[in-house]
């Protein structure tokens, strides 16, 4: 067990550090890809001032400090989403269509744990620092005192609501298996799905009436994605919720796996 | 004779595009999560009860129509891979072929342009009529014949100057051989500054004047504040001018691009 986690942490660092040395022989890309991807967040980070400002500083009883430590927190997510996730689940439609899924069965590894870290997004990845920055400022801006076990926890916390994403995004794009008859829409539909399910996480939850809460953090738990981090940290938020997030994620995993492995049965090897 | 070959382009691009309605009809209902999202945070932020004077006294009807029209606008004006396809056909060569042919590239794009607006137009009409229904009693209808006329003006406007901007930035492909990274920056560039995010109304008003002088709003912000009755006829008439000024612009800018990119070109992949 041991000696295959050893394994597995092996290559996962040989295929990051393959995309970092690609990723230094464009480094010209790679700023340029860093610099665009920042802008995206200094809109986001602008509409939230916006926000605050037009509302006396009192957006639905978060202010201007707390919507920005929000802001920083989503960033975070997605940034993490981005840069270890997305270049990879979102590419199985493609094999699947074209058949070069052949080569990642025929690997001497695990094909999901192939599949899911092939590639690491560096300048994706660089937008982290800019989270980083973010809920620092906000959360000393706040006036809170630094605690180590409340950080670990949200820092974990982050990590889950990676992992949900993950999830959400590998689930999708594992229905490629079952739809290859509508194969020019395989990665069109899922990638749509994908960002239209996490609109509603990019929000406060206070912008939905309280039945709602309770759908999208029990039901469809997309709240439980930047949401349950940030109140964690500056709000108050129930143990039960925290619980239940880690327990969802299980379950999803559980329930991904099923998915997928029927999926494989069902992988007709196109134009193999 | 020279319109009837562009005639042609569009019959048999409208062929093409209607192959796919299933796809926009489904970039539609994923599409549809951003507008809930953004209704359901002005409604609560409304209900709260927020002063309309610190928004711009944009009244909660104001808002609300503001949200649907813009996220209507967003999809009829934007033509989301004209970047990536007209970047993708100069990287491989396919417009040597244009170079032959007795049609111009840009006339032949805007005959696609055409095509494609109308099959979204049709595929999109029923469900963005069905979402205003729903929201009837927030939707402000619009009953003043002469601002609805010059709000059927400014879409076609829009429509063209959303694409010249597109058109402009894939022709740097020239230059930069792949304009395919900028592509989701662009896109977020245009959509923040076209009052995508919120109506341009909301913004400092020397970031308001500033935009207003750039082609931007004219896609988004334009169309739908004449719509909702947001601006006087002379300010119509003042923003009217300096759009028609930056289709002119954009035009001429396309027309010299273009003349220069492809003494550049050198048909790779031909």
């Known amino acids: 067990m041991i000696k295959s986690i050893k394994k597995y942490l092996t290559i996962y660092y040989m295929f990051v550090r393959s995309c970092l040395m690609k990723e230094m022989e464009r480094r010209g890309n790679f700023i340029l890809m860093s610099i665009t991807t920042s802008f995206l967040n200094l809109y986001f980070l602008f509409y939230y001032l916006v926000l605050a400002e037009r509302l006396d500083n009192n957006f639905l009883g978060w202010g201007k400090n707390e919507l920005l430590f929000f802001l920083g927190t989503e960033i975070l997510c997605h940034s993490a989403f981005m840069a270890t996730c997305f270049y990879n689940v979102f590419t199985l439609p493609d094999h699947v269509r074209t058949g070069s899924f052949d080569f990642l069965l025929i690997k001497p590894v695990n094909t999901r744990f192939l599949l899911s870290t092939r590639n690491f997004n560096f300048s994706t990845f660089s937008q982290v620092l800019f989270g980083i920055a973010l809920t620092s400022y906000s959360y000393w801006k706040l006036g809170f005192k630094f605690s180590l076990p409340k950080l670990l926890l949200f820092i974990i916390l982050i990590l889950n609501s990676v992992m949900i994403m993950y999830l959400i995004g590998f689930t999708l794009m594992c229905l490629a298996f079952y739809f290859t008859r509508i194969s020019s829409y395989g990665s069109v539909l899922p990638y749509r799905g994908f960002f239209a399910i996490y609109w509603f996480a990019r929000r406060p939850e206070n912008i939905f009436s309280s039945q709602v809460i309770q759908i999208l953090t029990y ?32 379950i999803f995993f559980l329930l991904s796996q099923v998915l997928w492995k029927k999926g494989l049965q069902k992988y007709e090897s196109a134009s193999s | 004779m020279q319109i009837s070959k ?256 492809v003494k550049r070109y050198s048909a790779d992949g031909m």
């Open chain 1, 219 to 250: 039901v469809c738990p997309v709240l439980l994605i930047v949401n349950l981090p940030c109140k964690w940290m500056i709000r108050t938020t129930s143990p039960i919720t925290i619980i239940w997030a880690f327990i969802f994620s299980i």
């Open chain 2, 6 to 261: 562009y005639l042609s382009i569009i019959k048999v691009s409208m062929q093409d595009n209607l192959e796919y309605r299933f796809n926009f009809f489904t970039t539609f209902i994923f599409m549809i999560a951003p507008l809930a999202v953004h209704i359901c945070l002005w409604s609560t932020v409304y209900g709260v009860g927020v002063s309309e004077a610190n928004l711009s006294n944009y009244s909660y009807q104001m808002m609300i129509t503001y949200t649907i029209l813009g996220h209507c606008l967003d999809k009829f004006t934007g033509d989301v891979n004209l970047q990536l396809r007209v970047s993708s056909e100069i990287r491989d060569g396919v417009i040597s072929k244009y170079l032959l042919l007795p049609v111009s590239y840009f006339n032949t794009n805007v005959s696609y342009l055409i095509t494609n607006r109308m099959v979204y137009f049709v595929t999109l009409i029923i469900p963005y009529l069905l979402v205003i229904f729903c929201f009837r009693s927030q939707f402000m209808f619009n009953s003043d014949p002469m601002y609805f006329l010059i709000f059927t003006i400014a879409i076609p406007a829009a429509i063209f100057i959303s694409f010249m901007v597109n058109h402009l930035i894939a022709l740097a492909t020239f230059w930069l051989k792949d304009v395919s990274s900028l592509y989701v920056f662009t896109q977020s560039t245009f959509s923040f500054l076209a009052g995508g995010y919120f109506t341009l109304d909301l913004l400092p008003t020397w970031a308001f004047n500033l935009l207003m002088h750039t082609p931007f709003p004219y896609i988004l912000y334009f169309p739908a504040a004449i719509y909702m009755k947001k601006l006087d006829p002379g300010q119509i008439k003042y923003y009217g001018m300096i759009a028609c000024i930056w289709i002119v612009v954009l035009l001429i800018l396309n027309s010299i691009v273009w003349k220069c990119g």
